[in-house]
T-cell receptor, first 114, second 114 residues
Framework: GENVEQHPSTLSVQEGDSAVIKCTYSDSASNYFPWYKQELGKRPQLIIDIRSNVGEKKDQRIAVTLNKTAKHFSLHITETQPEDSAVYFCAATPTTSGTYKYIFGTGTRLKVLA | NAGVTQTPKFQVLKTGQSMTLQCAQDMNHEYMSWYRQDPGMGLRLIHY???????DQGEVPNGYNVSRSTTEDFPLRLLSAAPSQTSVYFCASSLILTGDSPLHFGNGTRLTVT
């Protein structure tokens, strides 16, 4: 089937430490892997994405890596700050008969402890 | 430019009642979709559409109907509400159909079925 597994479900780090969230996907035809941040009571917001022809992408304190052979990708947040506390979702785009859809992982609740 | 607009923001239904959640986007996006979000379950795809007149089922389609008569609108219908449909519903749209463009989310509808 088409699914995206995400780990861990909760993650607590001290302010200034790094946080890593990992996802695996099942459909090898997936070609786009976005990450979303959702604050309490708000809608998910895109924070970074990576396409299948790229192995790594960085945007200030946030980076994403992709291993297509192993079908997994990871979000790395360095120098964490209290405002990074939120739920993070990964997603992949499996295809059925040439039509893409967006399937999400179950989320990681990140707590940054001051 | 309003983006993705969902109405209503909150709704309470009795078991067996029907209702339609509205979703409209003004970005000329071809791809539109509905998700439900439950604690610990992440964002689960209900239905999606790759253009006017075309709809398809996602991961959890039972109990929901959709239609796409225009590019802008993608309503979600609950024909006979059940307590299991208590959830937060998000509509999301994307620019292109090649599966490598980010999803834009609406602000969500919080539905309670008693």
């Amino acid at each position: 089937g088409e699914n995206v597994e995400q780990h861990p479900s909760t993650l607590s780090v001290q302010e200034g430490d790094s946080a890593v969230i990992k996802c695996t996907y099942s459909d090898s035809a997936s070609n786009y892997f976005p990450w979303y941040k959702q604050e309490l009571g708000k809608r998910p917001q895109l924070i970074i994405d990576i396409r299948s022809n790229v192995g790594e992408k960085k945007d200030q304190r946030i980076a994403v890596t992709l291993n297509k052979t192993a079908k997994h990708f990871s979000l790395h947040i360095t120098e964490t700050q209290p405002e990074d506390s939120a739920v993070y979702f990964c997603a992949a785009t499996p295809t059925t008969s040439g039509t893409y859809k967006y399937i999400f992982g179950t989320g990681t609740r990140l707590k940054v402890l001051a | 430019n309003a983006g993705v607009t969902q109405t209503p923001k909150f709704q309470v239904l009795k078991t067996g009642q029907s209702m339609t959640l509205q979703c409209a986007q003004d970005m000329n996006h071809e791809y539109m979709s509905w998700y439900r979000q439950d604690p610990g379950m992440g964002l689960r795809l209900i239905h999606y559409s790759v253009g006017a007149g075309i709809t398809d089922q996602g991961e959890v389609p039972n109990g929901y109907n959709v239609s796409r008569s225009t590019t802008e609108d993608f309503p979600l219908r609950l024909l006979s509400a059940a307590p299991s449909q208590t959830s937060v519903y998000f509509c999301a749209s994307s620019l292109i159909l090649t599966g490598d463009s980010p999803l834009h989310f609406g602000n969500g509808t919080r539905l309670t079925v008693t």
